[in-house]
Structure formats: C-alpha cells, structure tokens
C-alpha cells in the first residue's frame, strides 16, 4: 500500500501522480510479486489495473512488472461487478470471510492485496490479514482519501521491520497486534 507522509493514499479526482517510484522501486516491486501466488483487488483498485497492465502501454512502461502482474493469479471482491476479464481473474461477491479463510489455508505463496485500503480493513477486522507493507512516500498532498478511511475505530499493529529506500520512500513492515 503507498501513502503519502499526510496519509492519503489517493489524491484528488484518483490521483496517484505523487507515487514516487524508480529503478529501485520496480526491482521491489517484482521481487514482491514473485512472493505473491494470489494478487487481490477491491472493485476501484482491479478496473484501474486492468486497465493498465494488460494493455501496450503497461507492458512498455514496466515489461517485468507487467508480465508477473498479467500471469499471477488474480481475484477482484466487488458486489457490483458481474464479470472480472482480466486473465486470470476470479470474481468474489460474497462470503468473503469463508472465502479468505479457506484461501489462507491453501498450500503455496503469499497471497497479497495490492492497494484496496476499504477491502485490507474489512479483512484486518476479520484477522484475515498476517501482514502490512506500508509504503510512505516524501509528499504531504493535504487532501485526498486516507489510507485507513474506513477504519472507524483504532486497529493497533506491531512495526516490524522498515527498509528505506533511496528516493526517500520508507517501507514500513507491520503485523495486526493481536496475531
């Protein structure tokens, strides 16, 4: 999850322009991706991705990143969206919790959950969520849409670890304080 010094996590209008991403940043990323077997996505996180990654202009932009988010098996949760098209995707309307848990209990990689700050809380609450990797960029928007919005009530995790980065991004590593 990338969020800016101020907590948001989306600018105004989705603005994601702030993300300060670099060599260093797409060697993480791809080294994060080969962790994963599973990417999950909210509804708003998989349309802009599958928007991106699958066409010329993701590939171009970052072939590495593009070719392990294009082949890694995807799952978007969304009450509203009747098909996901995006290859490798499966769509989850309901029984989130049973349908996580079951997952969780899958032999093979991580499973992670890419963005999607509404659907990693509703998974927190649920203890559905091992660990979060919180990428704080050097910006302060001052407006925008928190990273934890949906909370509504204090979640206390255990920092640990960080790795600082040389653009000035900081990776925090965090466990839910009750795991």
Known sequence: MMTTLDGYFEGRNQDLGWHNVDEEFGEFAARQLDESGTLVFGRVTYQLMAGFWPTPEGEEADPAVAARMNGTDKIVVSRTLDRAEWAGTRLIKQDL?????????????????????????????????????????????GEGIPLFGTAKARIDLKLLKTRPFNSGNVLHFYRPATA
Do not use: C, Q
């Open 97 to 141: 919790v049973e349908e996580f848990t079951r997952l969780k209990r899958e032999p093979g990689k991580d499973i992670a959950i890419l963005g999607s700050s509404d659907l990693t809380v509703s998974l927190l609450r649920r203890g559905l969520v091992d660990e979060l990797r919180i990428m704080v960029n050097p910006v302060v928007l």
